[in-house]
Every structure is written in structure tokens, then in C-alpha cells.
């Protein structure tokens, strides 16, 4: 997985662009700044965006190459992120420290998805909040990104089994237009979930 998202994020075009996800961007701007992480972090977009907001904003991905774009985007928007190269899906955060953490395309294996959705459940301070979105199983009918594999794509009853001990607040299937750079780009079909932490 690294070697793959080395070599991808190698180019100097963001694959992703260097705007933030639209529900993450609707999202943030109804809350107060806090301490954010966010996981399968990239190029740091989403980093990024929260800290210009005035986040406190952790960042993990497997790649050095996208820590190394994510710096450069963050100097080039006059902020700091704390991004730290490691394999998120292992990594356990600390509990009870994050007002929020944002989940956006992240599409593994259902087991460790559960194990890794658990932790970072406990890393929510009270009331934190999950903002996340991924790809539907209809979006493998569609070019505009996500995993070849529907096993890895996401269907609401998946998304209720995961985030099922917290308060929901927004659970949706939306066809949306994605224009992330190169790599999201066209018509998409994706879930959006905000809960928060009781």
C-alpha cells in the first residue's frame, strides 16, 4: 500500500486537488475550532482547510509522499499540521482527545475497518463528532474513483453497523458531482454520515 500511494502522489499534480471535500468544508464551518485527525490523510487538503479555520489538525497516512505535498500545501496557505507518516488502519489514537474526526475515502477490508472505526470511536472526545464520507456500492458502476472491488465500497447498513454507538445526525445516499482533482472527478455516488459521541 505505501509503495502505491508513494507512486501516486509523486506527481506534483494534487490527485485529489487542493480543496478540501465539500461535506467536510459544510461540515466545519458550523463548529468552533478544536483538535481535528484526520485518517488516510493524502495530499492534506482536508488538513489543511481545518487549519486555516483554526484547527489544531492531526494528519496520518501511510506515505511520505503525500506528508510531503501536505507540507508544502500547508506553507503554501501559511498554517502548520501535525502529519504523521505511519499505517493508520494499525494505529491507535489516544482516547478521548479529538472534537472531531474526519473519515473521507477510505475503503479497506471490512475487519480491520471495524477495528480501526472502535478506536477512533474512543479517540471522540464527549460530543465529538464523526464526519465521513466514502463510496457507495453503486459508485462501481462509475468512473469517477473508488476501489474496483464492491466488497470495499460502503452501504448505509454498513455505515449504521459501524458508527452505531453514536448519535446520528445525518445519514445519507447522495449522487453527487465530484470535481477533486483527477482523481475524484464526474458523477459519484457517496454516503455521508455526521454522529456524535453521547
Known amino acids: 500500500m505505501k509503495e ?5 502522489y509523486s506527481q506534483e499534480e494534487y490527485n485529489y486537488g487542493k480543496n478540501p471535500n465539500a461535506f467536510l468544508k459544510e461540515e466545519l464551518l458550523k463548529l468552533n475550532p478544536g483538535h481535528i485527525l484526520f485518517l488516510g490523510e493524502g495530499e492534506g487538503r482536508n488538513a489543511v482547510y481545518a487549519a486555516t479555520l483554526g484547527w489544531k489538525a492531526d494528519a496520518i497516512d501511510y506515505s511520505e509522499e503525500g506528508k510531503r505535498k501536505a507540507d508544502n500545501l500547508a506553507e503554501e496557505f ?3 499540521i501535525n502529519y504523521s507518516v505511519r499505517d493508520f488502519v ?14 473521507f475515502f477510505i475503503h479497506i477490508e471490512e ?8 478506536k477512533v470511536i474512543e479517540a ?12 457507495e456500492k453503486d459508485q462501481i458502476n462509475l468512473s469517477s474513483g473508488g476501489p474496483p472491488k464492491p466488497e470495499l465500497l460502503y452501504s448505509l447498513e454498513d455505515v449504521v453497523s459501524e458508527f452505531i454507538d453514536l448519535e446520528f445526525e445525518k445519514l445519507s445516499k447522495e449522487k453527487v458531482f465530484l470535481s477533486e482533482g483527477s482523481g475524484h472527478f464526474g458523477e459519484g455516488v ?9
Open 4 to 8: 502505491l500511494w508513494n507512486q501516486r
Open 78 to 80: 501559511a498554517v502548520k
Open 111 to 118: 475487519e480491520p475497518r471495524r477495528t480501526l472505526f472502535k
Open 190 to 198: 457517496v454516503i455521508r454520515f455526521l454522529g456524535s459521541k453521547t
Open 90 to 103: 494499525a494505529f491507535t489514537p489516544t482516547e478521548n482527545k479529538y472534537d472531531v474526526v474526519g473519515i
Open 124 to 135: 471522540l472526545k464527549p460530543s465529538g463528532k464523526i464526519i465521513f464520507e466514502c463510496f
